[in-house]
């Protein structure tokens, strides 16, 4: 299987990839480059109206293949959006990895998924590959939010089950759980007054926020539920009460009772304290996304496992502790999916890298899915 794989041709086209900025919203270039690669192999490729909803200057990106028609359709799936920062990126190969000089990301998160994807079925097609039907979509604005996956034509799509290639770590980790995400937004409006000359007739919002956050339960709170406060702005002059705070956070569990209960206790303390100090409170609170969990010995978790196995890879399943990904939204439409590793280290970060291994591994693995 490996030697069909065209090495050279793989990482001609992550590296490509990668020099292509694409932060959320502005992903034209990447979602361009990826349609003229796949024209170039007689693969149509169609467009949503993703991107006017969502303020991008690209959309969404499908197509589907039919295969064997007794074999179940799969959903290939990466997104095309990178965080920043992502221009002018200059990748250079160092002892076997894909890295950049520092100044930037990589973008492996999530470009690796695409080259992986383009690569298999530019196999299938110069070999004549017997596969099975065969659906790709590539999102936009996922780092944003999930926002592409959230806008997807899911009416359109044919298959039931997915493959979602966006979590680092070696190849074989297939994740088949991860947290649902709130976002909490407060303004707590407290009472302006001269803080030399009579400091006891204003009501700080800072100190109301002091005494709310020091009774919230943060960072980790149990193995699969975690809170952050990412923002807390209070800008007045030294001279005065502080009359205004604004807050953002965030809650992720595993467990859905979980998270709407330390949802729910985060506001809660927010309303004692001001009521403690005669505060008001402003808040607004929305669900992200969803949790979603797949049993390990669903048939196909084990279908995964059993490619891996003929790499001879040794898979581990996991249920994510982190962070949500597009398979969080395709689960919630009905659409069984699993994130799988794509082999990329330290995202999110200037220290991004990958090894050429994994990404050739990657490859093959995605290969092996899409064949019978």
């Known amino acids: ?161 997915a493959i979602v290639l966006d979590s680092s770590g070696e190849i074989g980790k297939i994740i088949i759980g991860a947290p649902g995400q709130n976002n909490l937004s407060a303004k707590i409006i407290g009472k302006a007054a001269h803080a030399g000359g009579e400091p006891e007739n204003g009501i700080s919002s800072i100190i109301v926020a002091a005494e709310a956050i020091s009774n919230m339960e943060l960072l980790r709170i149990d193995y699969e539920t975690t809170a952050n406060i990412g923002s807390l702005t209070a800008i007045s002059p030294t001279n005065i009460v502080c009359p205004e705070a604004n807050l953002k956070a965030e809650i992720r569990s595993r467990d859905e009772s979980k998270l709407n209960f330390y949802t729910e206790k985060m506001i809660d303390e927010l309303k004692k304290a001001c009521n403690k100090f005669g505060a008001k409170l402003e808040h607004s609170c929305s669900a992200v996304y969803n949790s979603y969990k797949i049993d390990e010995n669903d048939e196909f978790v084990i279908f995964v496992e059993e490619k891996c196995k003929e790499m001879e890879i040794t898979s581990i399943t996991k249920e994510y502790t982190g962070g949500g990904s597009d398979a969080n939204i395709f689960n919630e439409n009905g659409i069984k999916t699993l994130n799988i590793s794509t082999g990329m280290e330290k995202e999110h970060t200037c220290s991004e890298r990958i090894s050429i291994k994994n990404l050739e591994l990657l490859t093959e693995l995605v290969l092996k899915l899409m064949i019978v």
Not at 131 to 145: L, Q
């Open 1 to 161: 299987m490996m030697k069909m794989i065209n090495k050279e041709r793989l990482l001609e086209t992550f590296i490509n990839y990668v020099k292509i900025s694409s932060k959320s919203l502005y992903e034209k270039d990447i979602a361009n480059r990826i349609i003229a690669d796949l024209e170039e192999f007689s693969y149509e490729v169609y467009e949503d109206n993703a991107g006017e909803k969502l303020g991008s200057n690209a959309n969404n990106l499908y197509f589907f293949i039919g295969g064997e028609s007794n074999e179940e359709s799969f959903i290939f799936s990466s997104h095309m959006d990178t965080v920043i920062p992502c221009d002018n990126i200059e990748p250079f190969i160092k002892e076997g990895f894909v890295t950049t000089d520092g100044n930037t990301i990589l973008g492996a998160d999530d470009k690796a998924g695409i080259a992986a994807i383009v690569e298999a079925l530019r196999i299938i097609k110069e070999n004549n590959l017997t596969h099975r039907p065969i659906e790709v979509i590539f999102t936009i604005n996922e780092e944003g939010g999930l926002h592409g996956s959230k806008n997807l034509q899911y009416e359109k799509l044919r298959s039931k089950k």
